[in-house]
Protein backbone atom coordinates (compact mmCIF):
# COMPACT_ATOMS: atom_id res chain seq x y z
CA UNK A 1 0.00 0.00 0.00
CA UNK A 2 2.89 2.59 0.88
CA UNK A 3 4.14 1.91 -2.18
CA UNK A 4 1.57 2.32 -4.22
CA UNK A 5 1.01 6.02 -2.57
CA UNK A 6 4.37 6.38 -2.95
CA UNK A 7 4.19 6.56 -6.84
CA UNK A 8 1.11 8.25 -6.95
CA UNK A 9 2.93 11.20 -4.75
CA UNK A 10 5.81 11.10 -6.43
CA UNK A 11 3.94 11.62 -10.03
CA UNK A 12 1.84 14.38 -8.44
CA UNK A 13 5.36 16.39 -7.16
CA UNK A 14 6.86 15.97 -10.70
CA UNK A 15 3.35 17.75 -12.37
CA UNK A 16 3.32 20.34 -9.86
CA UNK A 17 4.51 22.37 -6.59
CA UNK A 18 2.02 23.78 -4.64
CA UNK A 19 -0.72 21.08 -5.20
CA UNK A 20 0.94 17.27 -4.11
CA UNK A 21 2.39 19.22 -1.25
CA UNK A 22 -0.95 20.27 0.12
CA UNK A 23 -1.96 16.54 -0.80
CA UNK A 24 1.18 15.53 1.06
CA UNK A 25 0.38 17.35 3.92
CA UNK A 26 -2.74 16.28 4.16
CA UNK A 27 -2.11 12.56 4.29
CA UNK A 28 0.38 13.41 7.14
CA UNK A 29 -0.42 12.31 10.35
CA UNK A 30 0.18 14.92 13.03
CA UNK A 31 0.09 11.86 15.99
CA UNK A 32 3.83 12.31 16.26
CA UNK A 33 4.13 15.90 17.44
CA UNK A 34 2.66 18.80 19.24
CA UNK A 35 2.58 22.05 16.95
CA UNK A 36 3.42 25.69 18.37
CA UNK A 37 2.41 28.06 15.39
CA UNK A 38 3.20 31.44 14.59
CA UNK A 39 5.75 32.09 17.58
CA UNK A 40 7.84 35.32 17.01
CA UNK A 41 11.21 35.78 17.28
CA UNK A 42 11.05 39.68 16.00
CA UNK A 43 8.99 42.33 15.10
CA UNK A 44 8.43 41.52 11.47
CA UNK A 45 5.60 40.14 9.27
CA UNK A 46 7.48 37.27 8.62
CA UNK A 47 9.64 36.90 12.01
CA UNK A 48 7.72 33.73 13.12
CA UNK A 49 8.06 30.09 13.19
CA UNK A 50 6.54 26.75 13.59
CA UNK A 51 7.60 24.91 16.94
CA UNK A 52 6.99 21.17 16.96
CA UNK A 53 7.50 19.21 19.92
CA UNK A 54 7.81 15.04 19.60
CA UNK A 55 5.30 13.04 21.36
CA UNK A 56 7.69 10.41 22.32
CA UNK A 57 11.29 12.70 22.04
CA UNK A 58 14.68 10.84 21.76
CA UNK A 59 16.66 11.54 24.89
CA UNK A 60 19.80 14.16 24.62
CA UNK A 61 18.72 14.84 21.11
CA UNK A 62 19.23 18.24 19.60
CA UNK A 63 16.82 20.90 18.58
CA UNK A 64 16.53 20.44 14.74
CA UNK A 65 15.66 24.31 12.82
CA UNK A 66 14.66 23.91 9.72
CA UNK A 67 15.08 26.68 6.92
CA UNK A 68 12.57 26.53 3.66
CA UNK A 69 13.97 27.46 0.36
CA UNK A 70 12.49 29.05 -2.80
CA UNK A 71 15.18 31.49 -4.15
CA UNK A 72 14.77 33.96 -1.41
CA UNK A 73 11.76 35.38 -2.91
CA UNK A 74 9.05 32.60 -2.40
CA UNK A 75 8.52 29.22 0.23
CA UNK A 76 6.81 29.55 3.57
CA UNK A 77 7.09 27.47 6.72
CA UNK A 78 3.69 26.21 6.42
CA UNK A 79 4.07 23.79 4.00
CA UNK A 80 6.19 21.60 6.01
CA UNK A 81 4.42 19.42 8.27
CA UNK A 82 5.33 16.68 5.98
CA UNK A 83 9.00 16.85 6.66
CA UNK A 84 8.65 18.14 10.45
CA UNK A 85 6.49 14.58 11.08
CA UNK A 86 9.26 13.03 8.85
CA UNK A 87 12.01 13.87 12.07
CA UNK A 88 9.30 14.19 15.00
CA UNK A 89 8.20 10.40 14.36
CA UNK A 90 11.94 9.48 14.89
CA UNK A 91 11.81 11.50 18.11
CA UNK A 92 13.01 15.31 17.38
CA UNK A 93 11.93 18.44 18.18
CA UNK A 94 11.86 20.77 14.89
CA UNK A 95 11.65 23.99 14.55
CA UNK A 96 10.88 25.75 11.55
CA UNK A 97 10.79 29.65 10.85
CA UNK A 98 9.98 32.13 8.00
CA UNK A 99 12.30 34.77 7.08
CA UNK A 100 12.06 37.93 5.02
CA UNK A 101 12.12 37.67 1.35
CA UNK A 102 12.86 39.71 -1.50
CA UNK A 103 11.92 42.32 -2.41
CA UNK A 104 11.55 43.62 0.95
CA UNK A 105 15.04 41.34 1.94
CA UNK A 106 17.88 41.18 0.24
CA UNK A 107 21.30 40.29 1.38
CA UNK A 108 22.15 39.98 3.89
CA UNK A 109 18.55 40.70 6.15
CA UNK A 110 17.53 37.23 5.65
CA UNK A 111 19.90 35.68 7.74
CA UNK A 112 19.99 38.21 10.19
CA UNK A 113 16.20 36.90 10.32
CA UNK A 114 17.11 33.26 10.57
CA UNK A 115 20.16 34.05 13.23
CA UNK A 116 16.78 35.86 15.38
CA UNK A 117 15.10 32.19 15.10
CA UNK A 118 17.67 30.40 16.47
CA UNK A 119 18.43 32.76 19.15
CA UNK A 120 14.05 32.16 19.85
CA UNK A 121 14.98 28.34 19.42
CA UNK A 122 18.32 28.71 22.01
CA UNK A 123 15.79 30.19 24.13
CA UNK A 124 13.14 28.02 24.26
CA UNK A 125 15.04 25.02 24.61
CA UNK A 126 17.86 26.06 26.26
CA UNK A 127 19.44 23.02 27.61
CA UNK A 128 19.56 21.60 24.17
CA UNK A 129 22.51 21.73 21.37
CA UNK A 130 20.66 22.89 17.81
CA UNK A 131 21.21 21.22 14.32
CA UNK A 132 20.13 23.62 12.02
CA UNK A 133 18.77 22.11 8.72
CA UNK A 134 18.10 24.54 5.27
CA UNK A 135 17.15 23.43 1.31
CA UNK A 136 18.34 25.03 -1.24
CA UNK A 137 18.15 29.42 -0.37
CA UNK A 138 17.13 27.75 3.38
CA UNK A 139 20.61 25.54 2.91
CA UNK A 140 22.73 28.65 1.77
CA UNK A 141 21.30 30.78 4.77
CA UNK A 142 22.35 27.99 7.53
CA UNK A 143 25.66 27.35 6.23
CA UNK A 144 26.14 31.15 5.67
CA UNK A 145 25.28 31.21 9.44
CA UNK A 146 28.14 28.53 10.48
CA UNK A 147 30.75 29.93 8.19
CA UNK A 148 30.72 33.43 9.07
CA UNK A 149 29.62 33.96 12.80
CA UNK A 150 29.12 37.29 12.61
CA UNK A 151 24.91 36.82 12.06
CA UNK A 152 24.39 34.81 15.21
CA UNK A 153 27.47 36.78 17.25
CA UNK A 154 24.86 40.19 16.26
CA UNK A 155 21.36 38.01 17.88
CA UNK A 156 23.96 37.07 20.88
CA UNK A 157 24.00 33.57 19.84
CA UNK A 158 27.48 31.78 20.37
CA UNK A 159 27.91 30.06 17.31
CA UNK A 160 30.45 27.09 18.53
CA UNK A 161 28.55 26.77 21.93
CA UNK A 162 24.77 26.53 20.16
CA UNK A 163 25.22 25.15 17.04
CA UNK A 164 25.81 21.11 17.62
CA UNK A 165 25.91 20.85 13.13
CA UNK A 166 24.75 21.35 9.60
CA UNK A 167 22.80 19.54 7.64
CA UNK A 168 22.64 21.74 4.16
CA UNK A 169 20.56 19.87 1.06
CA UNK A 170 21.16 21.03 -2.69
CA UNK A 171 22.48 24.30 -0.99
CA UNK A 172 24.35 26.83 -3.69
CA UNK A 173 27.73 27.71 -2.30
CA UNK A 174 29.20 29.84 -5.05
CA UNK A 175 31.19 27.75 -7.84
CA UNK A 176 29.76 30.23 -10.57
CA UNK A 177 29.04 33.92 -10.20
CA UNK A 178 25.19 34.47 -10.60
CA UNK A 179 23.59 35.59 -13.83
CA UNK A 180 19.86 35.42 -13.25
CA UNK A 181 18.98 39.86 -13.25
CA UNK A 182 16.53 38.82 -10.01
CA UNK A 183 19.66 37.14 -8.09
CA UNK A 184 21.55 40.18 -8.79
CA UNK A 185 19.45 42.45 -7.52
CA UNK A 186 19.39 40.26 -4.04
CA UNK A 187 23.00 39.66 -4.37
CA UNK A 188 24.53 42.41 -5.77
CA UNK A 189 28.67 40.87 -5.60
CA UNK A 190 26.96 37.77 -7.07
CA UNK A 191 28.45 34.99 -4.90
CA UNK A 192 31.93 36.49 -5.96
CA UNK A 193 32.54 37.79 -2.60
CA UNK A 194 31.18 37.47 1.12
CA UNK A 195 28.16 36.70 0.09
CA UNK A 196 29.39 33.51 -1.49
CA UNK A 197 29.90 30.43 1.40
CA UNK A 198 33.00 28.92 -0.57
CA UNK A 199 34.20 32.61 -0.01
CA UNK A 200 33.80 32.20 3.91
CA UNK A 201 35.84 29.19 4.78
CA UNK A 202 38.20 30.57 6.78
CA UNK A 203 37.05 29.84 10.54
CA UNK A 204 36.08 26.81 13.00
CA UNK A 205 32.55 25.85 12.08
CA UNK A 206 30.37 23.06 13.50
CA UNK A 207 30.67 19.87 11.37
CA UNK A 208 28.41 19.82 8.06
CA UNK A 209 26.87 17.11 6.29
CA UNK A 210 25.83 18.15 2.99
CA UNK A 211 23.51 16.34 0.73
CA UNK A 212 22.74 16.51 -3.14
CA UNK A 213 21.02 15.22 -5.82
CA UNK A 214 22.65 13.68 -8.64
CA UNK A 215 20.13 14.58 -11.08
CA UNK A 216 19.81 17.99 -9.54
CA UNK A 217 20.02 21.04 -12.57
CA UNK A 218 18.94 23.58 -10.23
CA UNK A 219 21.83 23.71 -8.35
CA UNK A 220 24.62 21.22 -9.00
CA UNK A 221 26.18 18.90 -7.13
CA UNK A 222 29.54 20.24 -7.30
CA UNK A 223 28.29 23.31 -4.85
CA UNK A 224 27.96 20.49 -2.30
CA UNK A 225 31.70 19.05 -3.50
CA UNK A 226 33.68 22.20 -3.51
CA UNK A 227 32.39 23.29 0.17
CA UNK A 228 33.13 20.14 1.27
CA UNK A 229 36.43 20.16 0.27
CA UNK A 230 37.88 23.08 0.95
CA UNK A 231 36.45 22.85 4.77
CA UNK A 232 37.86 19.61 4.95
CA UNK A 233 41.52 21.01 3.47
CA UNK A 234 41.27 23.92 6.21
CA UNK A 235 41.04 21.09 8.99
CA UNK A 236 37.19 21.32 9.46
CA UNK A 237 34.04 18.50 9.39
CA UNK A 238 32.29 17.71 6.31
CA UNK A 239 30.51 15.25 4.96
CA UNK A 240 28.84 15.24 1.17
CA UNK A 241 26.48 12.62 -0.21
CA UNK A 242 25.45 12.57 -3.74
CA UNK A 243 22.00 10.59 -3.91
CA UNK A 244 21.76 8.92 -7.44
CA UNK A 245 18.25 9.48 -9.16
CA UNK A 246 17.42 12.33 -6.65
CA UNK A 247 16.34 15.81 -8.41
CA UNK A 248 16.83 19.11 -6.75
CA UNK A 249 13.54 18.41 -5.10
CA UNK A 250 13.62 14.98 -4.17
CA UNK A 251 15.78 15.77 -1.23
CA UNK A 252 12.93 17.58 0.28
CA UNK A 253 10.43 14.95 -0.58
CA UNK A 254 12.35 12.32 0.79
CA UNK A 255 12.47 13.48 4.08
CA UNK A 256 8.30 12.63 4.11
CA UNK A 257 7.38 9.18 5.95
CA UNK A 258 5.94 8.31 2.55
CA UNK A 259 9.16 8.43 0.70
CA UNK A 260 12.03 8.10 3.00
CA UNK A 261 12.41 4.64 1.92
CA UNK A 262 13.27 5.62 -1.64
CA UNK A 263 17.13 6.24 -0.63
CA UNK A 264 19.43 6.53 2.14
CA UNK A 265 19.16 10.30 2.49
CA UNK A 266 16.93 10.16 5.95
CA UNK A 267 18.94 7.75 7.55
CA UNK A 268 21.68 9.10 6.65
CA UNK A 269 20.88 12.74 8.36
CA UNK A 270 19.98 11.02 11.10
CA UNK A 271 23.30 8.83 11.69
CA UNK A 272 24.86 12.17 11.25
CA UNK A 273 23.09 14.36 13.77
CA UNK A 274 23.30 11.26 16.80
CA UNK A 275 27.10 11.37 15.73
CA UNK A 276 27.13 14.72 17.16
CA UNK A 277 28.65 15.24 20.94
CA UNK A 278 25.82 16.48 22.98
CA UNK A 279 28.10 18.12 25.87
CA UNK A 280 28.48 21.70 26.30
CA UNK A 281 31.73 21.66 24.51
CA UNK A 282 32.86 23.72 21.62
CA UNK A 283 31.87 22.14 18.26
CA UNK A 284 34.02 24.25 16.14
CA UNK A 285 36.75 22.84 14.03
Given at each position: MKTKLSLVLASAFALAACAPVAILNGITPASTFDRTKNVSFGTGERDVMDIYRADEPKADAPVLM???GGSWDSGSKDIYKFLAEGFTKS???????????????????????????????????????????GHSAGAYNVLMLALRDEYLRNAEVKLCETVAGVVAL?????????????????????????DAALNNVTSPTPPLFLGHGESDTTVYPKNSQALAEKVIARGGEA?????????????????????DGDTNLKSDIVKFIDSLPSSDRNHCK
Open positions: FVHGYDIVVPNYTLYPEAKFPNFLNDNARAVAETAKTFPDRKIVLMAAPTGIVPLESERLIEIFPDRFTGEVVEVYPGQSHTDVVKVLSRHF
